[in-house]
């Protein structure tokens, strides 16, 4: 199997996203030690936000396109085989102001370009958006200064940012998708601890999930 690993805080030690997802991987790579892992920190250095030149290079046709639009795609390309290759996603996300921040925004609109990864055919009056990203399964981990921004939690109406991801990936194709919330980071003390615990919990059910999926003989954790 194939495993993209994103992180997308900008903070190093104290981020609770990247500590998690690293536990994850790394106990990934000791039981499927010759699975390919590649690592994508869009937090430390995000791609560059979309601009005038990049729309028009994006949506010129492939036949037209100049050796300069070509060049302006080419981080695009780059991200779009990356995530296309992978089989598992695993994704470190902190929530800022009820959404993602503006590194994975950008990773986003990279990522999201007609004729490769959805397509549009006007002629479908019915369905002309046709997601082409199948076969992935994605983990996203989302840490919080407060808790309850899960479904049915006191602040799950200020919650854009699971919304947000489940629609915009499964535009492209990818509807398999877990949540995994850590809370309480303003709080700290016995409150963040129970939440990372918790956390630790879920991320240790869908490991067990996703290894026996990949190896059906596999009895882990």
Same mark, same amino acid.
């Given at each position: 199997?194939?495993?993209?690993?994103?992180?997308?805080?900008?903070r190093d030690a104290r981020s609770h996203t990247r500590r998690l997802t690293h536990e994850l991987v790394n106990t990934w790579q000791r039981e499927r030690p010759d699975d390919r892992v590649e690592h994508l920190d869009v937090g430390r250095t995000p791609p560059p936000h979309v601009d005038e030149p990049?729309?028009?290079?994006?949506?010129?046709?492939?036949?037209?396109?100049t050796e300069a639009m070509r060049e302006t795609l080419r981080i695009s390309d780059a991200l779009i085989a990356q995530l296309i290759?992978?089989?598992?996603?695993?994704?470190?996300?902190?929530?800022?102001?009820?959404?993602?921040p503006s590194g994975f925004k950008a990773y986003i609109d990279q990522i999201a *370009? &007609?004729?490769?990864?959805?397509a549009f055919e006007p002629e479908d009056e019915d369905q002309p958006y046709k997601p082409l990203v199948h076969g992935k399964r994605m983990l996203?981990?989302?840490?919080t200064g407060d808790s309850g921004y899960e479904a049915g939690g006191r602040y799950?109406?200020?919650?854009?940012?699971?919304?947000?991801?489940?629609?915009?990936?499964g535009f492209l194709g990818i509807t398999d998708i877990t949540f995994v919330h850590a809370g309480n980071d303003e709080f700290g003390g016995e409150r963040l601890a129970r939440s990372l615990t918790?956390?630790?919990? *879920? &991320?240790?059910?869908?490991?067990?999930?996703a290894l026996a999926a990949a190896r059906p003989d596999l009895c882990l954790l």
């Open positions: 199997m194939r495993l993209l690993h994103i992180d997308a805080s900008p990049w729309i028009a290079a994006a949506f010129a046709t492939p036949s037209t396109r290759d992978a089989d598992l996603i695993v994704l470190g996300i902190p929530m800022y102001n009820f959404s993602v *370009r &007609i004729g490769v990864t959805f996203v981990i989302v840490a799950q109406r200020l919650n854009h940012l699971d919304p947000y991801l489940r629609t915009v990936f918790s956390a630790h919990s *879920r &991320i240790e059910e869908f490991m067990r999930d």
